[in-house]
């Protein structure tokens, strides 16, 4: 089992830049591939970026790539997620995952304001 807490969201101005974190419980952290999914309101939940559990290989949303960076600290047992020149259409309560498993943790509001 696998508990995740994300932080870091809040309120930022369009072309802001807000870091979120997420913290993951157990031992066997680096076996699994993390990601940041995003809903935004009236909306499906959306893939945005991905990291291999050693962090070799990173994948994002067309939407976000150039502009959100993943990262993870497997000594912290945390994956990061820098969002830079954010924009309206970014706000959304976004989600942390561990695969295998499909593990949720709880989200984080973001809201851009223009």
């Known amino acids: 089992q696998v508990q995740l807490v994300e932080s870091g969201g809040g309120l930022v101005q369009a072309g802001g830049s807000l870091r979120l974190s997420c913290a993951a419980s157990?031992?066997?952290?680096?076996?699994?591939?993390m990601g940041w999914f995003r809903q935004a309101p009236g909306k499906e939940r959306e893939f945005a970026a991905a990291?291999?559990?050693?962090?070799?290989?990173?994948r994002y949303a067309d939407s976000v790539k150039g502009r959100f960076t993943i990262s993870r600290d497997n000594a912290k047992n945390t994956v990061y997620l820098q969002m830079n020149s954010l924009k309206p259409e970014d706000t959304a309560v976004y989600y942390c995952?561990?695969?295998?498993?499909?593990?949720w943790g709880q989200g984080t509001q973001v809201t851009v304001s223009s």
């Open positions: 990291i291999s559990g050693l962090g070799r290989t990173t």
């Open positions: 995952n561990a695969a295998p498993g499909s593990w």
């Open positions: 157990g031992r066997t952290f680096s076996t699994y591939t």
